[in-house]
């Protein structure tokens, strides 16, 4: 069964970066979506990055410029770099990986948690 697992969470100053990974196993990936979503208490998950099978990147609107998405095919491992963070970036982030073909899947991590002190 398709699996994947965050890691790269934690606690950072403001104005810090962080790194973040996702590995997915059980299977072959290469024309899959990878994504970036996060989630804050009592509120609608939402997009944060996602990236293509042709590395082609997706931002939302408070993050582009500040984060980067990546991928490795080889590794089945996703990226993302996180600089100038601030406050409103303290959430649960999840990793993502979706399939549109078969076997059709949508595979969600556990959730890691990014707080930014002052």
């Known amino acids: 069964q398709v699996q994947v697992v965050e890691s790269g969470g934690g606690l950072v100053q403001s104005g810090g970066s962080l790194r973040l990974s996702c590995v997915a196993s059980g299977g072959a990936f290469f024309g899959d979506v990878w994504g970036w979503y996060r989630q804050a208490p009592g509120k609608q998950r939402e997009m944060v990055a996602t990236?293509?099978?042709?590395?082609?990147?997706d931002y939302a609107g408070s993050v582009e410029g500040r984060f980067t998405i990546s991928r490795d095919n080889r590794k089945n491992t996703m990226y993302r770099e996180m600089n100038s963070l601030g406050f409103d970036d303290t959430t649960v982030y999840y990793c993502?990986?979706?399939?549109?073909?078969?076997?059709?899947?949508?595979?969600w991590g556990q959730g890691i948690k990014i707080t930014v002190s002052s």
């Open positions: 990236i293509t099978s042709g590395s082609t990147s």
């Open positions: 993502n990986l979706r399939r549109r073909y078969t076997p059709v899947y949508n595979k």
